[in-house]
T-cell receptor, first 112, second 113 residues
């Protein structure tokens, strides 16, 4: 059974600080996704990582994928309050049949 | 281009009742996936439909069912509602089921009392 584990599950940061969220998964997959969810809202796609060594950056967020280690990271640089949300990683087990296996999510709170 | 729409957005039902939720995909998309999100279990895949056929199914009891129409609109039905079915139900559409093309709808918040 494919498992996706995120840590930490809760993260309280001060503005201006850096931190990394980790996502480990238990099967061979070279496709990993990061989403953001604000309270009561749907999922917003942040990054699509489709190969080993993929690195994507958008603003203060950078995501990377190491398929050999089965590890993805989401790095936050100089956090600001607007980044407060829950972040999910999800793995595509393959087969192009529209299903994702999600981690439990990391609830990020950025305080001034 | 209109996004994925879900109706209704909010719903309150009583234990034992049944409920039907609707998802209209982005125009041209033929794959619709459904997910359940609860505080305890997180986000879980329910099923995926492509061209009116269920191609993939998650680990949910038979009370959860779905269908897809010829215009790609999809419905999911939950019969004999239980308190634990209270959740945010999300649908996502894509052209052919490829995740990197998948877009999520706003969700339907179901509360079972």
């Amino acid at each position: 059974e494919l498992k996706v584990e995120q840590n930490p599950l809760f993260l309280s940061m001060q503005e201006g600080k850096n931190y990394t969220i980790y996502c480990n998964y238990s099967t061979t997959s070279d496709r990993l996704y990061w989403y953001r969810q604000d309270p009561g809202k749907s999922l917003e796609s942040l990054f699509v990582l489709l190969s080993n060594g993929a690195v994507k950056q958008e603003g203060r967020l950078m995501a990377s994928l190491d398929t050999k280690a089965r590890l993805s990271t989401l790095h936050i640089t100089a956090a600001v309050h607007d980044l407060s949300a829950t972040y999910f990683c999800a793995v595509d087990p393959g087969g192009s049949q529209g299903n994702l296996i999600f981690g439990k999510g990391t609830k990020l709170s950025v305080k001034p | 281009k209109a996004g994925v729409t879900q109706t209704p957005r909010y719903l309150i039902k009583t234990r034992g009742q049944q409920v039907t939720l609707s998802c209209s995909p982005i125009s041209g998309h033929r794959s619709v996936s459904w997910y359940q999100q609860t505080p305890g279990q997180g986000l879980q895949f329910l099923f995926e439909y492509f061209s009116e056929t269920q191609r993939n199914k998650g680990n949910f009891p038979g009370r959860f069912s779905g269908r897809q129409f010829s215009n790609s609109r999809s419905e999911m039905n939950v019969s004999t509602l239980e308190l634990g079915d209270s959740a945010l139900y999300l649908c996502a559409s894509s052209l052919n089921g490829q995740i990197y093309e998948q877009y999520f709808g706003p969700g339907t918040r179901l509360t079972v009392t």
